[in-house]
C-alpha cells in the first residue's frame, strides 16, 4: 500500500509537472486571443456613404462589437455548438467522455468534444490536427483564456476570428458578402446558414454547395426547437425559406482606378492600410463614376468607328470630374479598360493640353488691363531660335490669318498666331513667373508655351481649371475627405484653395470660355437648359485631344489620345472628339441631379454695356476699349462703345 500511494503521488507530480511545462510553453500564446489584433479590412466609400471596395491582405475580415452581435445569432451558434457555454469554464468534461467513449469505440480520433472556448483557440494560435498534444494544449489555453475572458469577450473574438468560407473571415464579412446584409437585418433561416459554416467552411460555402448549406443549416435550427428556444411557427418559416445568396468578388471593387489612387497615396502614411481596418471616405459620387465611365466610351467609340480601317490599339482616355468649390473628385475614370491596363491616365500620364492652356495666357492679359474687346494681332511671323540658328513659324489650324481681331474671338476660336502674338507683346518673362508662382511646373520658357507645349495631368489640370471654374480661387482637388481608425478617431482633409484673381476678373474670362461653347471650337459641348463654360485643345498631328469644361457646378476634364504619344486619325480635334463625351456627362448629370445651378453668376464689380443682343462685359481693371471707328464698322466686326 505504501509503494502504491508513492507511485500515484510520483505520477501527479509528473502530471503536474508536465501540466506546467506545458503551461510554461504555450502560455504566452493566449495573448494572441486575450490582447485580439486581428487583421481587420479596410473599407472605401463614396461620398453618401456607399461601399466603393474593400482593401485586405490575406483575410478579409469586418470587426464586430459584441453590443451589435444580435441575440438570436448567439443563442444559434451556443445551440449547435456548444449548448453548455455559459456554464463551462473552458472546458466541458461532459461532452470529452462522450467522445472519449466513441473514440475507443472506434480505435481513433472521430469526434472531438470542443468547447467554443477550445475552438477559438484552435483557430487562432494552434492547428487543426486531431492529436493528444494539440488537444492538451488546447484544454490548457481555454482554462488561461476562460480565467482572463468573459464569456462576452470570448464570442466577440469568435464570431470575428472564425473562417466562414469563400474568403470571409468573421461572421459580419460573412453576412455581407453572401446575403449583401448587415447582422441585424439577417432572417433566421440565414443566421443558422452562417453558424453552420465553421464547422467545415468549404464543404457549407452556399456560393458551392447551396443543398449542403442549407442542410446544415436546418439541423441548427432542428436544434434551436429542440432546445425551445424558437416556436414552432418560427421553427417552420425558416425551414422552408430559401435565401438568396451573391457570389461576388471579396473586393467588390466598383472604381478600380480610384481605389489604386487612394492606395497609392496612402500606403507611405499608413503601414497597416490593408490590416488596420480603416473607413475611407471620398468626394466620389458612385453614380457619377458610373457616368463618367460611360460618357468616357461613348466619345471613344465614336472616335474608333470614324477610325474603322485603322489601328486604334493604343487609343484611350480619362476624365476627372470637380465639384467647383470644394475640388472634390466626384468622378475620376483612368483608361477605357482597367482589366486591360491599370495605368491611371488621369492621374499618371503627361499629356501636352494644346489649345485648352490658352485661358492661362489670355486670363494674364485681362489682369494687366486687356478686356475681351481688345483687338490683338492674328499676323503670320517667323521666331528665330539664335542659340539652335532655328527658325519657328507657327500656324492656325485654318492655315490663314485675320489681322487684328479681338482678344475674345481669338480664344474662341483659338487662334495660335494671335496667342503667340499676345504672349509676346505680354512679356515671356512676366507670364512664365505669374505661371510657375500659380504652380505650372516645366513651362518651356520660350513662346510655344503659348500652344501648351509641356506635360500636365487630368488630374493636375482640372485643379488648375478651378480658378476659371470657382471664379478665380483655383481648388487643390480633394480625393480622401476624411479616415476613421478602427478606434473610432477621425482626420479630416480640409478644402485648400489659393487665390489667384478676383470674381470679377475671372468672370470675364467665363464668359468668354461660354462664347468658346456658343460659337467656337467647343460647340459640340453645348447642353439644353444650362450654361458651359470651357476651351477646346488640340496638339500637334492630332496627338492629344481635350476638353476641359465646367457648369456653374461642376468641372470635367476629358482627354482622348494614344498611348503611345502616336498621331490619331486626323481631324481627331478636342472639339470633334472630346467634347461629346462631356456633353453626354452633363446632360444626364442634370437629370441625376435637377437642382443643379443652370446659370453663372454676375459678382459684384463686373460692369456691361448693351451693343444689339450682346452685353460686353467688363471692370475697372479691363475696361471696354475706346475705338475710334467708322460708321459702318459694325459690319466688318468692329464694336461701338
Known amino acids: 500500500m505504501k509503494y502504491f500511494i508513492s507511485s500515484i503521488f510520483i505520477v501527479a507530480i509528473l502530471v503536474v509537472g508536465e501540466f506546467f511545462y506545458l503551461y510554461a510553453n504555450i502560455r504566452f500564446d493566449a495573448y494572441k486571443i486575450i490582447d485580439y489584433k486581428p487583421r481587420l479590412t479596410t473599407q472605401i466609400f463614396d461620398r453618401n456613404g456607399e461601399l466603393i471596395a474593400n482593401v485586405f491582405d490575406k483575410e478579409d475580415r469586418i470587426y464586430v462589437k459584441y453590443d451589435d452581435l444580435p441575440p438570436r445569432l448567439i443563442e444559434a451558434l451556443v445551440a449547435i455548438e456548444d449548448t453548455s457555454f455559459f456554464e463551462h469554464g473552458g472546458i466541458n468534461f461532459e461532452a470529452i467522455f462522450r467522445a472519449l467513449v466513441k473514440d ?79 447582422l441585424d437585418a439577417l432572417s433566421l433561416k440565414e443566421i443558422a446558414i452562417l453558424v453552420g459554416l465553421p464547422r467545415a467552411p468549404s464543404a457549407y460555402d452556399p456560393t458551392k454547395h447551396l443543398d449542403l448549406s442549407l442542410s446544415r443549416a436546418n439541423r441548427v435550427l432542428h436544434r434551436m426547437y429542440s432546445l425551445g428556444w424558437i416556436n414552432k411557427h418560427q421553427y417552420k418559416k425558416a425551414i422552408q425559406e430559401h435565401p438568396i445568396i451573391y457570389d461576388e468578388t471579396l473586393t467588390k471593387n466598383k472604381a478600380p482606378y480610384v481605389v489604386d489612387e487612394v492606395i497609392k497615396r496612402l500606403s507611405p502614411k499608413l503601414s497597416d492600410l490593408k ?32 477610325n474603322k480601317d485603322g489601328n486604334n490599339s493604343e487609343l484611350n482616355g480619362a476624365m476627372v470630374v470637380l465639384d467647383n468649390k470644394t475640388g472634390d473628385v466626384l468622378a475620376m475614370v483612368g483608361g477605357i479598360n482597367y482589366q486591360k491596363s491599370h495605368f491611371n491616365r488621369a492621374t499618371q500620364s503627361r499629356r501636352q493640353p494644346g489649345s485648352s492652356f490658352k485661358p492661362f495666357i489670355y486670363l494674364h492679359a485681362l489682369n494687366v488691363g486687356y478686356n475681351g474687346q481688345t483687338k490683338i ?4 511671323r517667323v521666331f528665330v531660335d539664335k542659340k539652335n540658328d532655328k527658325e519657328w513659324k507657327p500656324r492656325n489650324y485654318e492655315e490663314n490669318f485675320e489681322g487684328m481681331i479681338t482678344l475674345e474671338n481669338a480664344l474662341v476660336h483659338s487662334r495660335n498666331l494671335a496667342t503667340i502674338n499676345l504672349l509676346n507683346a505680354l512679356g515671356m518673362d512676366s507670364v512664365y513667373k505669374d505661371l510657375s508662382r500659380e504652380g505650372f511646373k516645366k513651362l518651356p520658357y520660350d513662346l510655344s508655351m503659348a500652344l501648351g507645349s509641356f506635360g500636365i495631368s487630368p488630374y493636375d489640370f482640372a485643379g488648375f481649371y478651378t480658378t476659371f471654374s470657382n471664379y478665380g480661387q483655383r481648388v487643390k482637388p480633394r480625393l480622401i475627405t476624411k479616415i476613421v481608425n478602427k478606434f473610432g478617431d477621425t482626420q479630416s482633409f480640409g478644402v485648400q484653395k489659393k487665390e489667384i484673381t478676383t470674381p470679377s476678373q475671372a468672370y470675364l474670362m467665363i464668359d ?37 469644361g465646367f457648369t456653374p457646378d461642376i468641372e470635367v476634364i476629358t482627354w482622348f489620345g494614344n498611348d503611345d504619344n502616336s498621331p490619331m486619325r486626323k481631324r481627331e480635334t478636342g472639339g470633334r472628339s472630346a467634347a461629346p463625351s462631356f456633353a453626354n456627362f452633363v446632360k444626364n448629370y442634370i437629370l441625376l441631379y435637377p437642382q443643379t445651378k443652370r446659370k453663372f453668376y454676375i459678382p459684384k464689380g463686373v460692369k456691361y454695356k448693351t451693343v444689339g443682343n450682346r452685353r460686353y462685359y467688363f471692370t475697372d481693371i479691363s475696361p471696354l476699349p475706346k475705338v475710334d471707328t467708322p460708321q459702318n464698322s459694325g459690319a466688318n466686326g468692329g464694336l461701338i462703345f
Open 512 to 548: 468668354i470660355l461660354k462664347q468658346v461653347v456658343k460659337r467656337g471650337t467647343g460647340r459640340k459641348a453645348k447642353v439644353k437648359n444650362v450654361q458651359v463654360a470651357g476651351k477646346t485643345g488640340t496638339t500637334n498631328k492630332y496627338v492629344d485631344a481635350w476638353f476641359c
Open 275 to 306: 490590416t488596420g481596418g480603416y473607413k475611407i471616405y471620398l468626394g466620389i459620387d458612385l453614380k457619377l463614376q458610373q457616368l463618367a465611365r460611360k460618357s468616357l466610351m461613348l466619345g471613344y467609340n465614336a472616335i474608333v468607328k470614324r
Open 104 to 182: 475507443i469505440r472506434a480505435m481513433k480520433l472521430v469526434e472531438g468534444a470542443s468547447t467554443l472556448t477550445q475552438q477559438l483557440i484552435k483557430n487562432t494560435v494552434l492547428s487543426r490536427k486531431k492529436t493528444i498534444k494539440r488537444k492538451l494544449d488546447e484544454a490548457i489555453l481555454a482554462y488561461k483564456v476562460e480565467s482572463e475572458l468573459s464569456k462576452e469577450q470570448i464570442l466577440e473574438r469568435y464570431f470575428n476570428q472564425v473562417y466562414f468560407g469563400h474568403g470571409y473571415y468573421g461572421v459580419k464579412t460573412a453576412a455581407l458578402g453572401y446575403f449583401n446584409k448587415n
Open 377 to 380: 494681332p492674328d499676323i503670320s
